[in-house]
C-alpha cells in the first residue's frame, strides 16, 4: 500500500511538454535526454550510459534543466523590467534639469544685460545734461567761449565714451562668466545623459538577449548561464541614483547662483554669486624687503591694498594690477584700518597715545587720491581707549567705534556730523568694524567672537569659532559674505572660512596658505568690490578667483 504525503506537502505535478524532438546528440544522433552537472553538457542517452555513467557524474532530466533555466531568467525578467521604467524616468527628469537650469540662466544673462542697459543710459542721460550746461555757459561769450565750448564738449564727449567703454567691457565680462558657468552645466547634464543612455542601452541588449535564447532549447541551455551571470554582473554596476543625486546637485547650484550688484566706494560693481565654487591662486606678488613687518589695512580701491609696516608705522600702497609698490605715508600714527568714501577721498582710523580732554582728535582722518591729509574728524572721547576703527556703509557713511567701548557712531564726511549714535547692548568695540549691504554692521566684540547688529543696536547673531586662532574678519559689500581669516591651533598654515551673516559656516579652508617669519602677526584677507581675495603671508599678496564648479 502506497504511503500517503503529510498534510500541506503534497507534491504539485507540472506536465511535460516535451523538448525541441530535433534536438539530437552529435555523436549519436539520438534524442537529448539528460544534463550532465559535471562537465555542464547536455547528452543522449547512449552517452549517458557509456561516457558518464560513473561518478561523479551527476545526470539530470534535460526537461528539468530546461524548465529550471526559463523559471531562472522569468524571475530576472520583472527586475530589468522595472529598471528599465526607472531609466526612463530618470532620462525624463534630465530633460527637465536641463531646460530648468536654461531657463534660470537665460534669467540671470538677461538681469545682467537690463542693469548694465541702465547704466549706459544713465551715462547718456549725465552727457546730455552736461552739454546743456556747457551750451549755456558758452552763449555768454560768443567767439572764446565757443572754442572752450568745442574742447570742452570734446572731452566730456570722451569721458563719456570711456565710462561707456568701461561699463560695457564689465557687463561683457558678466556675460562670459554666465556663458562660462552655462557650458559647465550643459556639458555636466550632457554627460550624464550619455551615462543614462549607455545604460538604458545595455538593459535593452539584455532584454533582446533573453528573448533570442529563449526561442531554442539548446541555445537556452548553453547560453543561459553566461546571459544570468552578465544579468547579475551588469544589473550590479547599474546605478542609477548616483545620476539622479548628480541633477539635484546640479539644480541647486544653479537656483543658488544671483546676480549680485551694488555700490563700493562711490564706484558700482556688479557679479554673478551666490555659489560656493573653487578659489584659485592668479598670481602673488612680492612685498619689498623695506617693509619690515608687513601687515594688510584695508583696500582703497578694488586694486589697491593698504600695507603698514608695523615696525616704524610707515604706509605702503600696492596695486595689485601693476605689482607696484609705493610708500605714501611716513611713519608716526598707527592705522587700524581704511575704506574708500568715493572716487576721491579715503577715510583711515587710527591710535594715536596723546589724546585728552573729551575728544578723541586726530583718530579718524580723511585723505584724497594723492594721500594728501584732508581734515581730521573728532568724536567723544569714552575711557581710555585710544583706538578707532573705521568703515564705510552703503549710503557713503562713516561707521566709526572706540576701542573698548560700547558706542558706534554714524559720521556724515560732508560736514563731519554724528547723525546717529549706536549702542551695543551688553557688548563692547573689541577690534574692526564692518558695514553690510543690508545696514546692519558686524563687530568684534572678543577675541574670535563677531556680533551683528542693527542700527537700533540689537543684536542679530553672534559668530565665533573653536577652531579660530587669531582671527581677522572681511565682509564682501555686495553678498554680506564673512570671510575669517585664522591659523588654526593645530596646524600652521593661515586659512579663510566662508560665513553667512547668520553665522553659519559655508565652507571651511576655501584658501590656504603658510605665514612666514616676517612678522609674528596675522594678516587679514581681504575681499575686493569685484568678489576677488587677497591674502597675505607676510611676504607676499596672494591674489584669488573664485571659479564655478559642479
Not at 16 to 37: A, L, N, Q, T, V
Not at 130 to 138: D, L, Q, S, T
Not at 312 to 336: A, F, L, R, S
Not at 511 to 526: A, G, N, Q, T, W
Amino acid at each position: 500500500m502506497a504511503s500517503r504525503f503529510p498534510e500541506g506537502n503534497q507534491v504539485q505535478l507540472r506536465p511535460r511538454k516535451g523538448h525541441d524532438m530535433k534536438w539530437s546528440c552529435d555523436k549519436h544522433g539520438e534524442p537529448i535526454k539528460f544534463y550532465c552537472k559535471k562537465h555542464k553538457i547536455p547528452i543522449c542517452h547512449p552517452c549517458a550510459t557509456k561516457d558518464h555513467s560513473q561518478k561523479p557524474c551527476e545526470l539530470d532530466d534535460i526537461e528539468d534543466v530546461i524548465f529550471e533555466r526559463r523559471r531562472q531568467l522569468d524571475e530576472k525578467r520583472p527586475k530589468v523590467q522595472e529598471l528599465q521604467k526607472q531609466l526612463d524616468a530618470l532620462n525624463t527628469k534630465i530633460k527637465t534639469v536641463s531646460t530648468s537650469g536654461s531657463t534660470h540662466l537665460r534669467t540671470i544673462n538677461n538681469n545682467i544685460q537690463d542693469s548694465y542697459h541702465d547704466k549706459i543710459d544713465s551715462v547718456g542721460e549725465k552727457e546730455n545734461r552736461m552739454i546743456r550746461v556747457i551750451n549755456e555757459e558758452a552763449d555768454e561769450e560768443i567767439r572764446l567761449v565757443n572754442e572752450k565750448r568745442e574742447k570742452r564738449i570734446k572731452d566730456c564727449n570722451i569721458e563719456r565714451e570711456n565710462e561707456r567703454q568701461i561699463i560695457k567691457d564689465k557687463e561683457a565680462k558678466l556675460l562670459a562668466d554666465a556663458k562660462k558657468i552655462s557650458e559647465v552645466v550643459s556639458k555636466k547634464i550632457k554627460d550624464l545623459a550619455n551615462k543614462n543612455q549607455h545604460v538604458i542601452n545595455t538593459v535593452k541588449n539584455i532584454e533582446s538577449t533573453i528573448k533570442r535564447i529563449n526561442q531554442h532549447d539548446k541555445t537556452l541551455v548553453n547560453e543561459a548561464p553566461q546571459v544570468l551571470a552578465s544579468i547579475d554582473e551588469n544589473l550590479s554596476l547599474i546605478v542609477h541614483q548616483d545620476v539622479s543625486d548628480c541633477l539635484d546637485r546640479i539644480q541647486n547650484e544653479v537656483e543658488r547662483m544671483k546676480f549680485a550688484e551694488g555700490g563700493v566706494g562711490g564706484e558700482y560693481y556688479g557679479r554673478i554669486d551666490g555659489y560656493i565654487g573653487k578659489w584659485e591662486l592668479v598670481k602673488s606678488i612680492h612685498i619689498p624687503s623695506v617693509v619690515n613687518e608687513p601687515c594688510v589695512r584695508g583696500l582703497v580701491s578694488d586694486d589697491e591694498i593698504c600695507v603698514q609696516d608695523v615696525d616704524n608705522n610707515d604706509m605702503y600702497i600696492t596695486n595689485i594690477n601693476t605689482q607696484h609698490t609705493e610708500k605714501v605715508i611716513d611713519g608716526g600714527v598707527w592705522i587700524t584700518s581704511c575704506a574708500p568714501i568715493d572716487s576721491n577721498v579715503i577715510v583711515c582710523g587710527k591710535r594715536r597715545g596723546e589724546c585728552t580732554g573729551d575728544r578723541l582728535d586726530g583718530c579718524i582722518t580723511l585723505y584724497d587720491r594723492q594721500r594728501k591729509v584732508i581734515r581730521d574728524i573728532s568724536i567723544p572721547r569714552n575711557g581710555d581707549g585710544k583706538s578707532v576703527y573705521v568703515d564705510v556703509d552703503r549710503d557713503g557713511m562713516i561707521i566709526a567705534g572706540q576701542f573698548n567701548q560700547s558706542n558706534i557712531y554714524i559720521i556724515n564726511p560732508a560736514d563731519d556730523k554724528i547723525v546717529n549714535t549706536i549702542t551695543t547692548q551688553g557688548k563692547k568695540v573689541w577690534d574692526g568694524i564692518q558695514a553690510l549691504s543690508s545696514g546692519d554692521i558686524v563687530v568684534e566684540t572678543g577675541i574670535g567672537e563677531y556680533t551683528v547688529i542693527s542700527r537700533s543696536g540689537e543684536e542679530k547673531a553672534v559668530i565665533h569659532g573653536n577652531k579660530w586662532y587669531g582671527p581677522q574678519c572681511r565682509v564682501d559689500k555686495l553678498t554680506d559674505t564673512l570671510y575669517i581669516t585664522y591659523r588654526d591651533a593645530f596646524r600652521n598654515p593661515i586659512a579663510v572660512d566662508q560665513v553667512s551673516r547668520d553665522g553659519i559656516i559655508q565652507a571651511r579652508r576655501i584658501v590656504e596658505y603658510v605665514k612666514s617669519d616676517r612678522s609674528p602677526l596675522i594678516s587679514l584677507c581681504l575681499v575686493t568690490p569685484s568678489g576677488n581675495l587677497v591674502g597675505c603671508d607676510r611676504d607676499k599678496l596672494h591674489l584669488y578667483k573664485k571659479t564655478f564648479i559642479l
